[in-house]
């Protein structure tokens, strides 16, 4: 019999009544090109509300990547540590640059990077460790900046999941010379696509915005500062449009809401799924030197099998709950270049992990759906 309860995506955008009414004003202000009206506020808003030193609005995470690796100036044969559990922008952006990617195992108990493995694969040819603060969660940041002020190693966060989350007290994204944000769908605020560069070093700045207006000295002419400007350096088309930034705006000005829902999501999730742990299954338990942004809520099956049945149970309830990464040291494209180095930790996560549906707009009475039928299928499995 076909299920005909309300389907429950995984993900639903949230609108909060605004972004119309700017993208609006900004087409009435008759720029819609980047760097205008609204692409000012952004980065005002980044740099007022968090201890950024430059922020710089791009089409996405990935593109702040890619200028990160420009501006680290990686070469072939040079080496960069990160996650192998991570979205395969982390790696492309320096692979493209013809960097080695070394990957390095995520924590048995959370799928950040092991910080207690990276300086084992630490040589004179490191040029850059690369982190990902998963779910929004950070990293052991005291363990990961000892290790790059001892080696002399630059550090990029990949803060894709992470805004408005800290370690002891301190944002993610202020750790790293550079770190790059999401504005995605899937994200907690978002612009439908869309990405955030943080420089954090003064003597990246300058060249940042040459790369970023196509290896052009361009937004120093918009600042009257030379009388023209021209061809100065390798570069690319990374400015969003005004309708991109008049979008993230209205989301930006809610924030605080926007947070505060999710983690009360969250944490409706984390109480009421508790008693699974008598099935073996694992929940997500946040370090005390971190905080959660409601970002994702994860659950870790005992094994693929019993995941894979899961996703299909929920699915018949018209429920959708997805898995996460695939281990990017086992890709079809990078698993020659792989040393053949286990990363257990990794493909646990990658086969075991599961999210659940998390959303602004997502109701009680949805989210006991979800839990009914997680334990449903337990009781039952």
């Known amino acids: 019999m076909q299920n005909t309860l309300p389907k429950i995506p995984f993900n639903k955008p949230f609108l909060t009544g605004n972004e119309t009414l700017y993208i609006t004003q900004a087409v009435a202000k008759g720029h819609l090109a980047g ?3 609204f692409t000012k506020k952004v980065h005002a808003f980044f740099e007022t509300h968090f201890p950024f030193k430059k922020c710089l609005l791009v089409h996405s995470c990935t593109a702040a990547l890619e200028m990160s690796a420009f501006l680290l100036d990686i070469q072939p ?8 559990f991570t979205f395969v922008s982390t790696a492309n952006a320096f692979v493209m640059r013809g960097a080695k990617v070394i990957f390095v195992d995520t924590q048995a108990d959370f799928p950040n990077i092991d910080a207690d493995k990276i300086e084992a694969h630490i040589s004179e040819k490191t040029k850059a460790i690369v982190i990902v603060h998963y779910a929004g969660v950070a990293c052991d940041m005291d363990k990961i900046l000892h290790l790059t002020q001892k080696y002399k190693i630059a550090l990029i966060e990949d803060a894709a999941h992470a805004i408005d989350s800290y370690y002891k007290g301190k944002a993610l994204g202020s750790f790293g010379c550079m770190s790059t944000f999401s504005f995605h769908e899937t994200k907690n605020v978002i612009s439908g696509e869309g990405g955030l560069l943080v420089i954090n070093n003064e003597k990246y ?5 040459i790369i970023r207006e196509k290896g052009t000295n361009r ?7 030379i009388d023209k400007y021209t061809w100065v350096d390798i570069g690319s088309s990374y400015l969003p449009s005004e309708i991109i930034a008049a979008f993230l705006y209205a989301q930006l000005n809610h924030l605080a809401d926007i947070q505060t829902k999710r983690k009360y999501l969250w944490q409706r999730y984390a109480d009421k799924l508790a008693e699974l742990q008598k099935f073996g299954v694992k929940l997500p338990q946040i370090p005390a030197y971190a905080t959660n942004n409601g970002h994702l809520f994860f659950m870790v099956c005992n094994n693929l099998s019993e995941r894979s049945a899961l996703i299909s149970f929920l699915k018949k309830q018209n429920i959708d709950a997805v898995f996460h990464y695939q ?11 792989h040393s ?3 990363l257990p930790h990794t493909l646990m996560f990658a086969d ?3 999210r659940l549906p998390l959303f602004y707009d997502l ?7 979800v839990i009914e039928g997680i334990f449903e299928f337990y009781e039952n499995y």
Request: proline share 4%.
């Open 77 to 84: 044969g040079d080496e960069v540590i990160m996650p192998a």
């Open 205 to 209: 700045i300058a060249r940042a915005e």
């Open 327 to 337: 281990a990017l040291h086992l890709s079809p494209f990078y698993q020659k270049n």
């Open 35 to 37: 760097d205008g009206f």
């Open 219 to 225: 937004a120093a002419f918009f600042r009257g500062e």
């Open 352 to 354: 075991q992990l599961l």
């Open 363 to 369: 109701s009680d009475d949805e989210q006991d759906r």
């Open 340 to 342: 053949g180095e286990a």
